[in-house]
């Protein structure tokens, strides 16, 4: 049951819900990574709101880490802004794209789109799925699974058949993604005049 307080706080956002989804339909995958000091994969184990507000903190259990360095657990914040990503459900499983604040907490890399729930799709591979704004732009990673966790299937079907189709990336492929090893670019590989005549690397 939805309260007076979220009621409350999501009739006080709606005037600027325009302007904020506008924002997010700017998103790509790749300006997210490069945003993002930590990506972990993660389940929530404690979450709490402020009172009078959707704002609130949560506990996240690390189990991978992609990119970055990060302890066993972190603590993760979120905005009463519209649109922002509260982090509600406790065992929620999720890819976190990160940056860390000075305090030692973290925040999405990205408003409203950092946080990607993750399940097994039915080919036994990690799958998580793209938050709708966000383009994947990257090529052959956005595809389609087959899963099987109807909190996820969403809109739900009239008659649930056990499993769903839904669009999004495979987590292997995405850590493939951000461990390619980069190009080594010219600026570290020109070649200038030596001393006493010919080129030497610069």
């Given at each position: 049951m939805i309260s007076l307080k979220h009621v409350v706080?999501?009739?006080?956002?709606?005037?600027s819900c325009s302007v904020a989804l506008a924002d997010l339909a700017k998103s790509n995958l790749t300006d997210l990574l490069a945003a993002s000091e930590l990506i972990i994969r993660g389940r929530v184990v404690q979450a709490q709101e402020v009172p009078?507000?959707?704002?609130?903190?949560?506990l996240i259990r690390v189990l991978e880490t992609y990119k970055g360095t990060s302890d066993p657990r972190i603590r993760i914040t979120w905005t009463s802004e519209c649109d922002d990503q509260p982090l509600e459900h406790l065992g929620a499983h999720v890819v976190?794209?990160?940056s860390r604040r000075p305090s030692g907490t973290y925040v999405g890399a990205e408003y409203g789109v950092s946080?990607?729930?993750?399940t097994w799709a039915t080919d036994k591979r990690l799958f998580m799925l793209r938050q709708s704004?966000?383009?994947v732009n990257i090529p052959g990673l956005l595809t389609t699974a087959t899963i099987e966790d109807p909190a996820l299937c969403i809109?739900?079907?009239s008659v649930w058949l056990g499993s769903c189709q839904a669009e999004g990336v495979y987590v292997d492929e995405l850590v493939k993604v951000l461990h390619k090893p980069r190009a080594t670019g010219?600026?570290?590989n020109?070649?200038?005049p030596a001393a006493g005549g010919g080129l030497a690397a610069d």
């Amino acid at each position: 049951m939805i309260s007076l307080k979220h009621v409350v706080v999501l009739a006080t956002c709606l005037a600027s819900c325009s302007v904020a989804l506008a924002d997010l339909a700017k998103s790509n995958l790749t300006d997210l990574l490069a945003a993002s000091e930590l990506i972990i994969r993660g389940r929530v184990v404690q979450a709490q709101e402020v009172p009078t507000s959707i704002a609130g903190s949560a506990l996240i259990r690390v189990l991978e880490t992609y990119k970055g360095t990060s302890d066993p657990r972190i603590r993760i914040t979120w905005t009463s802004e519209c649109d922002d990503q509260p982090l509600e459900h406790l065992g929620a499983h999720v890819v976190f794209f990160l940056s860390r604040r000075p305090s030692g907490t973290y925040v999405g890399a990205e408003y409203g789109v950092s946080f990607w729930p993750v399940t097994w799709a039915t080919d036994k591979r990690l799958f998580m799925l793209r938050q709708s704004p966000v383009q994947v732009n990257i090529p052959g990673l956005l595809t389609t699974a087959t899963i099987e966790d109807p909190a996820l299937c969403i809109p739900m079907p009239s008659v649930w058949l056990g499993s769903c189709q839904a669009e999004g990336v495979y987590v292997d492929e995405l850590v493939k993604v951000l461990h390619k090893p980069r190009a080594t670019g010219l600026p570290n590989n020109r070649l200038k005049p030596a001393a006493g005549g010919g080129l030497a690397a610069d």
